[in-house]
């Protein structure tokens, strides 16, 4: 119940606590998505398996948008 003149509720589902987490099949589908709309793959570092090709994707990530907060920095 709002009283008179009371601004209304938030119309916005984000605000209310009611949508579920997000599934690792939501994930991979909007993974999915992503690439073949707008040609951006969404690959997560650890499940590339060439050591080579891992550190390059995360060399390029970091040059562009800078180290993750927390990343294990093997030392440094």
């Known amino acids: 119940m709002t009283l008179p003149g ?3 509720p ?6 209310r606590g009611t949508r579920s ?3 690792d099949g939501e994930v991979t589908a909007l993974r999915a998505a992503a690439w073949h709309r ?3 793959a969404a690959l997560p570092v650890d499940d590339i398996t060439d050591p080579w ?3 390059a994707v995360t060399n390029e990530a970091n040059r562009r948008w800078g180290r993750r907060q ?3 920095q093997h030392g440094r």
């Open 6 to 8: 009371a601004p209304l």
């Open 10 to 15: 938030p119309r916005c589902s984000l605000d």
């Open 21 to 23: 987490p997000t599934t």
């Open 38 to 40: 707008h040609g951006v």
């Open 53 to 55: 090709l891992r550190q």
């Open 70 to 72: 927390g990343e294990n």
